[in-house]
T-cell receptor, first 115, second 115 residues
Framework: DTEVTQTPKHLVMGMTNKKSLKCEQH?????MYWYKQKAKKPPELMFVYSYEKLSINESVPSRFSPECPNSSLLNLHLHALQPEDSALYLC??????????????FGPGTRLTVT | SQQGEEDPQALSIQEGENATMNCSYK?????LQWYRQNSGRGLVHLILIRSNEREKHSGRLRVTLDTSKKSSSLLITASRAADTASYFC???????????????FGQGTILTVHP
């Protein structure tokens, strides 16, 4: 199974809402990633988890809160978002990048709209 | 400016023609990867080339890497309408250091293949 699943596919939320994005993989990968992608732009790395520990936070605002409850699951908790946070949120996973990166497997993304 | 700049920004060709996309980067890299993204969907890994490799093939794909010029090219031969997508290069700039899997994506090339 080389699939990364993400739920929901679409999410519309108000600026005062709290919501969560979910990502799951069953490839035994020990590195998982959150990216944000605006229209017609490349993906931008937000967070990296390695062995369920946060290893990279790319200075992401605290209204985005990641969580890795186990080796297969990755969540992104959202609170008090701004309209400019509307984007495609992509999750990815890979083998643990000990000395170098490996290919990353991406989910289909969650299209988030903040109203 | 960003690690990983691509050109052209957009490329329009007929089925059966070859498509060449270029990527330039600024720092030493561990490896360089190419990804494809169909409209509004997740990314699909195409090929990874390590810094000590000069050329790599995968089916109709050919990737070259010139570390002296800090550039890479992706050639798609005998293109098909199904190759229509955005193509991104991504660099792992962790040469000599710890990777953590951090990839920096280029701006991308939008390829349109007309039937």
């Amino acid at each position: 199974d080389t699939e990364v699943t993400q739920t929901p596919k679409h999410l519309v939320m108000g600026m005062t809402n709290k919501k969560s994005l979910k990502c799951e993989q069953h490839m035994g990968h020990r590195a998982m990633y959150w990216y944000k992608q605006k229209a017609k732009k490349p993906p931008e790395l937000m967070f990296v988890y390695s062995y369920e520990k946060l290893s990279i936070n790319e200075s992401v605002p605290s209204r985005f809160s990641p969580e890795c409850p186990n080796s297969s699951l990755l969540n992104l908790h959202l609170h008090a978002l701004q309209p400019e946070d509307s984007a495609l949120y992509l999750c990815a996973s890979s083998h643990f990048p000990a000395g170098h990166s490996y290919e990353q497997y991406f989910g289909p993304g969650t299209r988030l709209t903040v109203t | 400016s960003q690690q990983g700049e691509e050109d052209p920004q957009a490329l329009s060709i007929q089925e059966g023609e070859n498509a060449t996309m270029n990527c330039s980067y600024k720092t030493s890299i561990n490896n360089l990867q190419w990804y494809r993204q169909n409209s509004g969907r997740g990314l699909v890994h195409l090929i990874l080339i390590r810094s000590n490799e000069r050329e790599k093939h995968s089916g109709r794909l050919r990737v070259t890497l010139d570390t002296s010029k800090k550039s890479s090219s992706l050639l798609i031969t005998a293109s098909r309408a199904a190759d229509t997508a955005s193509y991104f290069c991504a660099t792992d700039a962790s040469a000599g250091g710890t990777s953590y899997g951090k990839l920096t994506f280029g701006q991308g090339t939008i390829l349109t293949v007309h039937p």
